[in-house]
């Protein structure tokens, strides 16, 4: 499930309240170059590019439009317009697994010969990022939005409570989880009705175990990949940390999308919740005094003996833009992609609580609405070795779906850890 990863909470209430635009898309029949955009709040930042472009163009030259598509149905309306002659010129995506089906059928304008030309472009961002617009080691996608890593937060006046620091060590999480445990408070909120927060626990184990020469291996194609040990060993520490209650007993029927784990945390009900860096902007929204006052965050703790490295993120590094192959205006959409690196760009999403995925930014930090959190958030991807993206992206739909079914059976008990690695084996 991608729609609550991709913008704050406010930006997922505003689906609710943005009319959908007319979405023609490009083709041979359209004048116009056509941008489709996820429908959100965050959709301003490109709508300024866009102005700016068609500013730069003169009179003469061919106008961009944005076409905003509603969230709950963007994938399935994109995966029609590819299918047809309205296809838009540029396009929002996910990277990786989102838009391998249609590299592979020739669909999309491969971007190296592009960034090769134009390298100020591709030094543009950090190189973290970039990676996860490739498909095949080829690049297909522009970072177009702000960077999302897991973060891990908690509530600082309950740990206050129980005279606790956050977790620096796999061994001081554990000792946490038996802490709060004894207060009665649960140590992790977990939105197990929304299976894709489960997979986060998962994703951070096995490179933190294994390092992401396991996914990657996965990611490629090899099946097989998932009987590395390191799979194994993470899906048994998994089993171990529910046992232990870490998450709780009623975990299985909390929502994220509904505001349950995230209640539980700023209410003081749990304690810590690892979830995506919008969870900030959620907070600030829901629970303002809470976000500014209390909610504290840290990374993802090392394993014993694990291989991968403790500065690892894993997430989503941004959303991207991609351009249709032999589309009308391609020599214009390839221009375009250079606007999501202008200083005015990066300012608009700045100004708009994101924080950018170029090279350079800590200036202009600043003026995010939070610096700190801003800061923590762009040194984390700045310094990190390698950025995950979320399995469940980074795979095509048709494994990406039944894994995440198959996560969802290990949190619930319903199979083993070898149950689970032979049944993500096999798909």
């Not at 116009?32 to 003169?58: I, P, S």
């Not at 779906?401 to 198959?406: D, K, L, Q, S």
């Given at each position: 499930m991608t729609t609550p990863r991709v913008g704050t909470a406010a930006a997922l209430a505003a689906l609710t309240l943005l009319t959908a635009t007319a979405c023609s898309g490009g083709g041979a029949?359209?004048?116009?170059?056509?941008?489709?955009?996820?429908?959100?709040?965050?959709?301003?930042?490109?709508?300024?590019?866009?102005?700016?472009?068609?500013?730069?163009?003169?009179?003469?030259?061919?106008?961009?439009?944005?076409?905003?598509?509603?969230?709950?149905?963007?994938?399935?309306?994109?995966?029609?317009?590819?299918?047809?002659?309205?296809?838009?010129?540029?396009?929002?995506?996910?990277?990786?697994?989102?838009?391998?089906?249609?590299?592979?059928?020739?669909?999309?304008?491969?971007?190296?010969?592009?960034?090769?030309?134009?390298?100020?472009?591709?030094?543009?961002?950090?190189p973290s990022v970039l990676e996860s617009g490739k498909v095949d080691g080829v690049q297909y996608g522009i970072p177009l939005r702000g960077t999302q890593p897991v973060v891990l937060f908690y509530n600082r006046a309950v740990f206050d409570e129980v005279g606790a620091e956050p977790p620096q060590t796999w061994d001081d999480l554990l000792s946490l989880v038996d802490e709060f445990t004894e207060a009665d408070v649960t140590p992790f909120a977990l939105a197990g009705a929304d299976p894709w927060t489960e997979q986060m626990w998962l994703q951070y184990l096995v490179d933190r175990i294994g390092g992401p020469e396991v996914f990657a291996r996965i990611a490629g194609g090899d099946s097989e990949g998932w009987r590395d040990p390191a799979v194994l060993q993470a899906a048994e520490t998994v089993?171990?940390?529910?046992?232990?209650?870490?998450?709780?007993?009623?975990?299985?029927?909390?929502?994220?999308?509904?505001?349950?784990?995230?209640?539980?945390?700023?209410?003081?009900?749990?304690?810590?919740?690892?979830?995506?860096?919008?969870?900030?902007?959620?907070?600030?929204?829901?629970?303002?005094?809470?976000?500014?006052?209390?909610?504290?965050?840290?990374?993802?703790?090392?394993?014993?003996?694990?291989?991968?490295?403790?500065?690892?993120?894993?997430?989503?590094?941004?959303?991207?833009?991609?351009?249709?192959?032999?589309?009308?205006?391609?020599?214009?959409?390839?221009?375009?992609?250079?606007?999501?690196?202008?200083?005015?760009?990066?300012?608009?999403?700045?100004?708009?609580?994101?924080?950018?995925?170029?090279?350079?930014?800590?200036?202009?930090?600043?003026?995010?609405?939070?610096?700190?959190?801003?800061?923590?958030?762009?040194?984390?991807?700045?310094?990190?070795p390698h950025f995950q993206l979320s399995w469940d992206q980074a795979l095509t739909p048709e494994i990406?779906?039944?894994?995440?079914?198959?996560?969802?059976a290990l949190f619930n008990g319903q199979s083993t850890p070898e149950e689970f690695v032979d049944a993500v084996a096999a798909l």
């Open positions: 029949a359209s004048e116009d170059m056509h941008v489709w955009m996820y429908q959100d709040t965050l959709v301003v930042v490109q709508e300024g590019a866009v102005e700016r472009f068609n500013e730069d163009q003169g009179a003469d030259g061919t106008t961009a439009v944005i076409d905003q598509v509603p969230g709950d149905n963007y994938v399935e309306r994109l995966r029609t317009a590819m299918g047809s002659a309205q296809k838009p010129d540029v396009f929002f995506n996910w990277g990786a697994g989102s838009i391998a089906p249609y590299a592979e059928q020739g669909l999309l304008e491969p971007l190296d010969d592009h960034l090769a030309q134009n390298p100020e472009l591709a030094e543009a961002f950090l089993a171990d940390l529910v046992d232990r209650g870490a998450f709780g007993d009623s975990y299985a029927s909390v929502s994220y999308t509904e505001g349950g784990a995230s209640t539980l945390l700023s209410e003081g009900r749990a304690a810590m919740h690892l979830m995506g860096s919008w969870e900030y902007s959620t907070h600030l929204d829901q629970a303002p005094e809470f976000a500014e006052n209390d909610l504290g965050y840290v990374t993802f703790p090392p394993l014993p003996d694990g291989a991968g490295d403790p500065a690892n993120i894993v997430g989503n590094p941004t959303n991207y833009f991609s351009v249709t192959a032999e589309g009308p205006h391609l020599e214009h959409a390839l221009e375009f992609l250079a606007y999501t690196a202008q200083d005015e760009y990066v300012a608009d999403m700045v100004a708009n609580g994101e924080v950018p995925t170029t090279t350079g930014a800590e200036d202009v930090l600043a003026d995010s609405p939070d610096p700190e959190f801003a800061v923590f958030q762009y040194e984390l991807v700045r310094d990190a990406a779906t039944p894994m995440v079914t198959e996560i969802e």
